[in-house]
């Protein structure tokens, strides 16, 4: 997602949205990054923003970042647990809406490389014409 963002950055709004711990310590599931880092399930909004800010240096991420409230409400609205993807066009409009979860990722990632492109291509025909 950096190395799209980068490229395509010019001609696209980019935002992460993070939401709540999908696999804290405290989960049932836990992930192995969550151990590593010590993060639990997010007792207040100050926590939901550390860690989002410790992933985000991490991973050495560049994208804006949105933070969801506690009460989850990005999460709910977009059906967003536990990733997804969405290319939104300026008109509001969906232009690609990416597969719930860790499956639906990469062929949302795939198609919206190629929606960039084509974008990008269709925008500098237009400004030549």
């Known amino acids: 997602?950096?190395?799209?963002?980068q490229e395509y950055?010019?001609?696209?709004e980019f935002r992460i949205v993070y939401i709540?711990?999908?696999h804290a310590i405290?989960?049932?599931?836990p992930n192995p990054f969550a151990e590593l880092?010590?993060?639990y399930e997010h007792k207040d909004y100050g926590e939901r923003c550390s860690t989002a800010e410790m992933m985000m240096q991490e991973e050495n991420i560049t994208i804006p970042c949105i933070i969801?409230?506690?009460d989850n409400n990005v999460s709910v609205t977009y059906n967003a647990l536990p990733?997804?993807?969405?290319?939104?066009?300026?008109n509001g409009?969906?232009?690609i809406a990416g597969e719930r979860g860790p499956r639906g990722l990469r062929p949302a990632l795939d198609e919206t490389w190629v929606w960039l492109a084509e974008h990008r291509e269709s925008s500098k025909s237009f400004r030549e014409n």
């Open 26 to 29: 405290d989960d049932p599931r």
């Open 9 to 12: 950055k010019d001609i696209a």
């Open 20 to 22: 709540s711990e999908a």
């Open 83 to 90: 990733d997804r993807l969405y290319v939104v066009r300026k």
């Open 1 to 5: 997602m950096e190395k799209m963002y």
């Open 93 to 95: 409009r969906l232009a």
């Open 68 to 70: 969801d409230d506690m």
């Open 37 to 39: 880092k010590g993060i």
